[in-house]
């Protein structure tokens, strides 16, 4: 996606203006035109949907930026970052993310996760889907 929005803003820069023939003068400036598409880039950061904006709608397998880390009470101290896949709950008992579970107890309550982001997967690959450029 970066790569299209890099080369939307490449094209821009190479047109005087943007008009059209019915009218006589340009519509929406180069500089206005470029600052609208690095916005929304901004917007878009690669798919990636930060929790405290929005959460899933419905219960399922998502791609997830989490963060993990100990309190070094059992387990040596760690701060990290990880993508993973997880599943996202909602229903009446619980909702939210399940997170893969220590079996030792203490080990357990030592540790700290939270989602940052997520995004849906991509569909997965299949021989019969052609892309937009075969025919």
């Known amino acids: ?11 821009f820069k190479k047109m005087d203006s943007i ?5 006589s003068k340009p519509l929406i400036s180069i500089e206005d035109a ?10 878009y950061n690669g798919g990636w949907i930060l929790c405290s904006e929005r959460l899933p709608e419905e219960s399922g397998y998502y791609l997830v930026t989490y963060h993990e880390w100990s309190n070094g009470e059992f387990l040596p ?11 996202y709950q909602k229903s009446e008992r619980f909702t939210g993310w399940n997170f893969p579970k220590c079996v030792d107890k203490r080990a357990e309550e030592d540790m700290n996760k939270e ?14 889907r052609k892309s937009g450029n075969e025919k």
């Open 19 to 23: 008009t059209f023939s019915s009218f």
């Open 115 to 128: 989602v940052i982001a997520w995004k849906p997967l991509p569909e997965p690959y299949s021989p019969e």
């Open 34 to 43: 470029i600052g609208i598409v690095e916005t929304e880039a901004k917007k």
């Open 77 to 87: 101290k760690f701060d990290d970052t990880y993508v993973k896949i997880l599943h």
């Open 1 to 11: 996606m970066q790569e299209v929005l890099e080369k939307i803003i490449e094209r």
